[in-house]
């Protein structure tokens, strides 16, 4: 954590180091020490401030005996060295001569000077420690006897170079300088000490402008370009910046990365570099003063130099300008290499990042949810619109039912379908109004059916537009059953079946009119025959008639006998109706009606419709009913259609065969599988193998004024009624066709 | 020869109409028996009576034709009148071939049914007198000897004694002889009677 907290104080770059000024704690038996303190600005400039605060803090410590501190400031050196001495001379003479001092420390060039020129007057006998100047400084200058100096050096091209070596693209420096004489001082040998980099780098100097001038510029540095932080005491506004004020500022609006020559500056915005080690600076000085105080003779010390510090950089600078470590010098110090958020916040930020990632897995879970989605959606909307397109070309309507309620709602191809406007509210009730009033009980039947019995609700049903066109709809719904198993819904599709229907209905037309024409047909075979029929009973009445005119006219007239006749009339006339009635079933147009019939009435029937003919042609025709047959389920005029066409058939292969039996036997008999068998044989020549599969292919005859409808049709209508008709052949004795009618409902 | 009344045999398959027609028949004074079929008929009817048939021509196994056939090759034969619930053309025609007395629908007014009837009561007596008599000749014919016989083909062949007598080689009184023998046991008292009973018997073309 302590490192934290250096980030933290870094970061904040408020720590002031205080100064610790009056008398420190040392060993009271020894003597009371006065040193004497000339700062050249003011305590707070730097790089003075850190000197002369490291210094006074070392030699406290350090120091043998108590140590008294007196501190000065040549203020005026920040604007015009030299010009205004005397005061400030008078000030320290008088100081001086009440409190005689044991060293006199001057801190920078300004106050080494002023500590020069009066040395003679003010600092006589008293030794001098130069702590901290620029080497520069003492060229040309006489160092007078009991001085030693601490220096620094700054090599003004290796800084430039060390730039170039971090940034190699660098094209463009910005120097902030103030505008004091020693910054002027300053500003004139590194113009001087860069002059080899101009043809590289375009240096632009700031030192004439004031700190908000200087803010402006490094705010809008152009690309590959660095600032150099020379030194701002005063800028050209004649502004005092104390401490790290100016160089705060400036950092706070650079656009490109910030070099300075202190170590102090590192952690105010400076990337670093090779900076002079103040604090070395103020911890050799107070070694030296120290020997001095000792009774070693200053100038026996002499000059001693402060080796520039190794590389040292600030982490967050490095981070802030993008700059590797890679790029910096060999040996380089990084410091404040802020512990990234990871070191600083491992747990939170592992937490925070596991958060971070989850979220960003969720979100990204949920985006390509959402991508699946829209897919989907697309997809949906394609179906949808395919669903759409094939609903309204099959004339689909998709609808719910919300039954609670009685609410329908119903797709526009559905309202279409029912006649309903887009808007009108629609619910069962409306739909049962659609239907014809007859298909109403029915449709209702059905629903409670299905919402009752969990099974499909199912309908085709009529409508009547209000146009008064018909139209069929096929409907097809299912429930939807709560929570409780209570249905309250009934979802489902209803579909345009109008022109299938049609379709069926001209189909059933057809084949009923086919039917009908191979039924008279057939009949007209049997004119001869029906004429017959009927001529029975109908000169059985004449006969009656004839004589009971004649009974009338007898004296007394035998009414008994009479009365016999009117009995036999009337039941002639019965049996005629009923032939006439029959004949207009099979001659008529008519719907096919399912009911429970005799085997026995049925093929008398058929019989006596050919009986006439038969006997004409010499062919006895024989009806076998088994006791116990069962009643059999069909349409009476179609099994005899079918009958009488058979028969027909077998006279016709009988005729064929002159010779030999002339017999067509009908016969009955019940099968285990719910139907009768029933069976017309003939004693014919039987039917030729080669001929016998395609004895039911429409136009097949053998016949050679046949139109070979017949049997095919009988197919038909045996096969309407559940049935089956088949053929046997007997080889040479004949040939047998046989057909089934399901048993009647008992 | 025989003055029994005629009977009226009625066959028909119908038993409506069978009962109708005879009721009819019967109240149309005539003596009436009815059949239900061909076959009843020929078995049962009493035979050496007069009358005639009136017959249904459609009956299931043996029909209206089939019963004047068996009819006609037995030796009591009598006429039928056909009947027909509905007539059609073939078989109008097939029956009248056959000899049917008459055909007529079932419904054919009673006039006509009534003089089909007598009609054929009428032939049925006259055929009946005409074979009676065809008997009778036979029976007489049948009492002449070898050679009356022989002299009674010659006469009725027209040939003049004197031939009659060269071709049998006799004497021509014989010849006469024979022939009063002839006319005496036939019954007869000329020689264009007997020409005339010769034609009958069907020994003359």
């Not at chain 1, 004449?542 to 006998?561: I, M, Y």
Request: proline share 5%; glycine share 8%; net charge neutral.
């Amino acid at each position: 954590m302590p490192r934290f907290h250096a980030w933290i104080a870094a970061l904040l770059g408020v720590l002031a180091l205080a100064a610790a000024p009056g008398i420190c704690n040392a060993d009271s038996s020894r003597p009371l020490r006065r040193v004497f303190m000339l700062h050249s600005f003011g305590q707070q400039f730097e790089p003075f401030h850190t000197i002369g605060t490291t210094f006074r803090t070392e030699l406290s410590l350090h120091s043998p005996g108590p140590i008294e501190y007196y501190e000065v400031s040549l203020e005026t050196a920040r604007f015009a060295e030299g010009e205004v001495d005397q005061p400030l001379a008078d000030y320290v003479r008088a100081l001086c001569a009440k409190q005689p001092m044991d060293l006199i420390v001057p801190i920078g060039a300004p106050a080494f000077r002023f500590a020069a020129r009066h040395q003679g007057d003010i600092f006589s006998n008293v030794p001098i420690l130069v702590a901290g100047i620029e080497e520069r400084h003492l060229k040309g200058t006489f160092l007078g006897s009991r001085t030693a100096v601490v220096t620094f050096s700054l090599d003004l091209v290796r800084f430039v170079e060390d730039i170039l070596h971090i940034l190699p693209g660098t094209t463009y420096v910005s120097i902030a300088l103030g505008s004091s004489p020693l910054e002027t001082y300053w500003a004139a040998e590194m113009r001087k000490a860069w002059q080899g980099f101009t043809e590289r780098i375009e240096f632009s100097w700031l030192d004439d402008q004031s700190l908000a001038g200087m803010q402006a510029r490094v705010a809008k540095m152009p690309a590959h370009s660095a600032i150099v932080f020379g030194f701002i005491g005063v800028d050209a506004m004649k502004v005092p910046y104390e401490q790290a004020g100016a160089l705060d500022a400036l950092s706070a609006a650079a656009t490109a990365p910030m070099f300075g020559f202190f170590e102090p500056e590192l952690g105010h915005g400076i990337v670093g570099g090779r900076m002079i080690d103040v604090r070395r600076v103020g911890t050799t000085s107070a070694q030296v003063a120290i020997r001095i105080l000792g009774g070693e003779p200053a100038e026996s010390i002499a000059i001693i130099p402060v080796a520039p510090a190794k590389p040292i950089f600030d982490g967050n600078e490095l981070n802030r300008w993008g700059i590797h470590s890679s790029q910096l010098p060999a040996g380089s110090e990084v410091r404040f290499s802020r512990p990234t958020l990871w070191q600083a916040h491992r747990w939170k930020l592992t937490a925070l990042v596991s958060l971070i990632a989850f979220e960003a897995g969720l979100i990204l879970l949920l985006m390509k949810n959402r991508q699946r989605l829209r897919t989907t959606r697309a997809e949906l909307l394609k179906n949808e619109e395919n669903i759409r397109l094939a609903a309204r070309a099959a004339r689909l309507g998709f609808w719910t039912l919300d039954i609670d309620r009685d609410r329908l709602w119903i797709t526009d191809e559905g309202r279409d379908l029912f006649g309903w406007s887009k808007t009108e509210p629609v619910g069962f009730e409306r739909f049962l109004e659609t239907l014809r009033p007859k298909d109403r009980e029915p449709a209702k039947r059905e629903m409670r059916r299905a919402l009752s019995g969990g099974v499909d609700f199912e309908r085709e049903h009529q409508i009547v537009l209000a146009d008064g066109r018909e139209r069929w709809i096929a409907t097809r719904g299912r429930a939807q059953k709560n929570g409780e198993g209570k249905p309250f819904l009934l979802s489902g599709v209803s579909m345009d079946i109008t022109s299938r229907q049609r379709a069926i209905h001209e189909a059933q037309e057809l084949r009923r009119e086919l039917s009908h024409t191979s039924r008279l047909s057939l009949l007209s075979q049997f004119t001869t025959s029906l004429a017959h029929e009927l001529g029975q009973p109908l000169g059985a009445i004449q006969r009656n008639a004839d004589a009971a005119e004649l009974f009338l006219k007898a004296h007394p007239p035998d009414l008994v006998e009479i009365h016999s006749i009117v009995t036999d009339v009337r039941n002639d006339c019965q049996r005629a109706g009923l032939i006439i009635e029959r004949l207009h079933a099979m001659l008529g147009h008519r719907e096919i009606a399912v009911q429970n019939l005799v085997w026995n009435e049925v093929a008398h029937e058929a019989a006596n419709i050919v009986r006439a003919d038969s006997q004409a042609r010499g062919i006895s025709l024989e009806i076998e009913t088994p006791l116990g047959l069962p009643h059999l389920k069909g349409d009476r005029v179609h099994i005899e259609q079918v009958l009488i066409n058979l028969i027909a058939n077998a006279m016709d292969a009988i005729d064929t065969s002159p010779n030999g039996e002339r017999r067509v036997t009908i016969s009955a008999r019940a099968k285990s599988n719910g139907t009768v068998e029933c069976s017309v044989h003939d004693t014919g020549p039987g039917i030729p193998a080669q001929c016998l599969s395609g004895i039911f292919d429409p136009f097949v005859s053998t016949k050679a004024n046949g139109m070979g409808m017949g049997l095919p049709i009988s197919q038909t209508l045996i096969e309407t009624m559940g049935g089956r008709l088949w053929a046997d052949d007997h080889s040479g004795k004949g040939a047998t066709f046989r057909f089934t009618i399901p048993v009647a409902d008992s | 020869m025989n003055d029994s009344v005629p009977l009226i045999h009625v066959v028909d398959d119908d038993p409506s109409f069978l009962k109708a027609l005879s009721r009819f028949l019967g109240a149309a004074g005539f003596s009436v028996k009815k059949y239900e079929s061909a076959s009843e008929f020929l078995s049962l009817r009493p035979l050496g009576i007069p009358g005639c048939v009136v017959a249904d021509l459609r009956m299931p196994e043996q029909s209206g034709l089939d019963l004047q056939t068996a009819l006609a090759d037995s030796p009591d034969p009598l006429p039928v009148v056909f009947l027909s619930a509905h007539g059609d053309v073939p078989s109008t025609v097939r029956a009248m071939k056959q000899g049917a007395e008459d055909f007529l629908t079932k419904r054919a007014p009673k006039e006509d049914l009534l003089l089909a009837v007598r009609r054929a009561l009428d032939r049925d007596a006259r055929e009946r007198r005409e074979r009676e008599r065809q008997q009778d000749l036979h029976h007489r014919l049948s009492g002449l000897t070898q050679r009356e016989r022989e002299v009674f083909a010659q006469v009725v062949e027209g040939k003049l004694n004197k031939q009659i007598a060269a071709e049998l080689g006799i004497h021509e009184r014989t010849v006469k002889l024979h022939r009063t023998s002839i006319t005496n046991k036939l019954g007869l008292r000329s020689v264009a009677e007997l020409t005339r009973l010769a034609k009958d018997a069907g020994l003359l073309p």
